[in-house]
């Protein structure tokens, strides 16, 4: 018999393909003995029951959530929708795969008017439970009813009658209401457009469908011992050891992720609150290690306890992929032949993309400022429209987009797009996080203002010092030799790669452009027989994997690296060797 809701609690980790990797992360955590409020997961079959039931909750769905919300009245001792200890839940949607910010999150669910008095009462503070009911009524209204609430304020009666004014639609007050609403919400997420951009663009199949995790709240907004931050055990930006992130006192995690508010550094956290510092360090150890990779940590902090929301494969900056995949392997986490797998042919393309030497910034007039969220360099026409950004890029035109903060609505702007450079955000806001997954060179948090000072100029983002230069700067091609990790990872990739990749000079090769084999599919007949092939088409994954899977055995080009990388890529695919 089928499940329609697991129990996270550590007692068992069914795969991903089933709860999703937010849910498998919380049911490893739990096994693990870290702090983890308690949840439970619609699995990801309900998200096809949802799509194939015309788009409506099936009946053992709800069954479902009844029996997982009597888990958590259980866990916590609080009750759903009623005092005098009310239950707050956050809904939150998982893939299988990392979507980070693509389908959608409601916070603070199970408010109404009695639940706020309640909450109020038993925190000894009404503005905080004030609060707590105004942003729940902005996340619903914005989630489940679709009305443009981003930069709503207001009393809680005030937002309802916003909410109604712009949907037409009530935010319900029975918080049974509001959770199917909000659970269907968040399964129809995963058919909305910047997710199915954000799949075509990473080759993430449409058919895995996303899970539901319903969790126990716990509230970074309560005081001034409780906040929300989001921390990688080693820096996803440049690879260094170092533990890096971010923390927002008195926050919750959608004001850090959307990059609503720009928060401060970790080591805030370490003045103001040591011991939870200190033992989340400890956490992001035990994930690493459990993991055997970096990993990004969200975490709550609720009156000076730690409670950790999710943790992931920490996307990274190309330049940080390639440091990080040589440093695990020198640490002796991950195998040689595994760092080769765990850097693609487009981040090293990415890390040898031409860059702004220091000659040419140091006479350069800088124009605007902030942090920096994903090295590399490149300029273009500052447009702050998305579909502009889209229709400019197809044109052929090298843009950046400039906005006061990216939500996952922009994501078809933020893959068309140069560089990207936002008014406010931190390093792990959506922005930022989106843009190491994507490459893209990134700024954020450059002040009010500075997207109305940017857009229409031509401009140059250095996503390495966090600086916008006026104008077009000129950029220098790095090589692989510059750089020790790169000639060390070339050397792995060619003990393990299929094929040899050798310069053109003094070899005979098919010249595939020559013969006009454009597209990964006439690959194979082309070098039928040859043993060695040179053309556009194989700087392609697709095109080197047709090669690969056809015999060839040589392939001539000037950049190896990226070539050895994808064949490798293509060889572990299809199962050549172990």
Avoid at 123 to 131: I, K, L, S, T, W
Avoid at 210 to 217: E, F, G, K, P, S
Avoid at 443 to 465: F, K, P
Wanted: proline share 6%; net charge negative.
């Amino acid at each position: 018999m089928q499940r329609w809701h697991v129990l996270l609690d550590g007692t068992s980790l069914p795969g991903r393909d089933e709860i999703g990797g937010k849910a498998w992360s919380l049911a490893r955590m739990c096994q693990l003995g870290l702090p983890v409020p308690p949840a439970f997961v619609l699995p990801t079959r309900v998200c096809h029951a949802y799509a194939a039931t015309g788009k409506t909750l099936p009946a053992q769905a709800i069954e479902a959530l009844h029996a997982g919300i009597g888990y958590l009245e259980g866990q916590t001792g609080r009750t759903f929708g009623a005092g005098p200890r009310p239950l707050l839940l956050s809904v939150r949607s998982g893939a299988p795969v990392s979507m980070p910010g693509m389908m959608d999150t409601v916070l603070n669910l199970g408010m109404n008017d009695t639940v706020e008095g309640a909450l109020g009462a038993e925190a000894a503070d009404p503005g905080y439970a004030c609060d707590t009911h105004a942003r729940f009524i902005t996340s619903y209204g914005r989630i489940v009813l679709k009305g443009d609430l981003d930069d709503a304020a207001g009393t809680p009666e005030q937002l309802r009658a916003l909410a109604a004014e712009e949907t037409g639609a009530v935010v319900p007050d029975d918080p049974w209401e509001q959770l199917a609403a909000a659970v269907a919400a968040v399964f129809a997420s995963w058919q909305s457009a910047r997710a199915k951009a954000y799949r075509r663009h990473c080759g993430i199949s449409e058919s895995l469908g996303t899970a539901v995790t319903v969790q126990a709240m716990a509230f970074g907004n309560l005081d001034d011992r409780s906040g929300t931050g989001v921390f990688f055990t080693r820096d996803p930006l440049t690879g260094a050891p170092e533990p890096y992130g971010e923390y927002l006192p008195r926050g919750q995690g959608e004001e850090v992720v959307s990059g609503e508010r720009t928060p401060l550094p970790l080591n805030h956290l370490a003045a103001q609150l040591p011991e939870v510092h200190a033992q989340l360090l400890a956490a992001g150890r035990t994930l690493e290690a459990d993991g055997r990779d970096v990993q990004d940590v969200e975490f709550t902090v609720e009156q000076g306890r730690l409670y950790l929301l999710q943790a992931r494969t920490a996307k990274r900056s190309p330049k940080a992929a390639v440091q990080l995949a040589v440093a695990l392997a020198d640490d002796g986490v991950i195998s040689e032949r595994e760092a080769v797998g765990r850097v693609t042919a487009d981040q090293v393309r990415g890390v040898l993309r031409p860059r702004l030497m220091d000659e040419d910034r140091a006479g350069a007039t800088v124009i605007a400022t902030g942090e920096p969220a994903c090295p590399g360099t490149a300029a273009g026409l500052a447009v702050r429209d998305p579909d502009e950004a889209v229709e400019r890029a197809e044109r052929g035109e090298a843009v950046v987009f400039v906005a006061t903060t990216t939500s996952p609505e922009d994501v078809h702007a933020m893959i068309a797009a140069a560089a990207v450079c936002t008014e406010t955000g931190g390093s792990t806001s959506h922005a930022a996080v989106v843009c190491r997954g994507l490459g893209r060179p990134a700024v954020v948090g450059c002040g009010t203002g500075s997207v109305a000072a940017l857009s229409g100029q031509q401009i140059t983002v250095d996503g390495e010092s966090g600086q916008v230069f006026a104008g077009a700067l000129p950029l220098r091609t790095v090589a692989t030799e510059d750089d020790e990790a790169l000639r060390r990872l070339t050397r792995w990739a060619e003990a393990a790669c299929p094929v040899t990749v050798v310069p053109p000079d003094g070899t005979s090769y098919v010249d595939l452009d020559a013969l006009q084999v454009l597209e990964p599919a006439e690959v194979a007949a082309a070098v039928q027989g040859a043993q060695a092939a040179r053309g556009s088409v194989l700087d392609s994954g697709a095109g080197i994997a047709a090669a690969v899977g056809a015999g060839l055995r040589i392939i001539v080009t000037e950049h190896p690296l990226p070539v050895l990388l994808a064949a490798c890529a293509a060889e572990a695919g299809a199962g050549i060797r172990a």
